[in-house]
């Protein structure tokens, strides 16, 4: 099963994950990234460079937490593949918000 981006990205979108990421599995919106499923190797790299602890293996979701499994996908379909790998401007400001999804701006 792939890894996926929740809701503790939203706002930082640091990059360190993109850059280890050797199948180019994320995607990049204006203020979170993303992993196309399809394309995830299930290496794990990106879920220990994180700093802010926003990616998981979806099989270790919390039943509350599944919906970012779709939206992931959802969002990789419709997303270019990240290639920016600098954090948010802000991103040490939000770094350890909770309830940030309000803020996840779809539109890339």
Not at 29 to 34: A, E, H, I, L
Request: proline share 8%.
């Amino acid at each position: 099963m792939t890894f996926v981006v929740t809701e503790a990205c939203i706002a930082c979108r640091y990059g360190e994950c993109v850059s280890v990421c050797p199948q180019n599995a994320f995607h990049e919106g204006p203020n979170f990234v993303v992993i196309d499923p399809r394309a995830c190797a299930n290496c794990g790299l990106c879920e220990m460079v994180c700093p802010v602890q926003a990616i998981h293996p979806a099989a270790d979701l919390a039943p509350d937490q599944r919906d970012w499994i779709a939206l992931n996908a959802r969002l990789a379909a419709q997303w270019p593949v990240a290639v920016d790998t600098r954090p948010l401007a802000d991103a040490d400001a939000h770094a350890f918000d909770t309830a940030k999804r309000e803020r996840l701006i779809l539109e890339p």
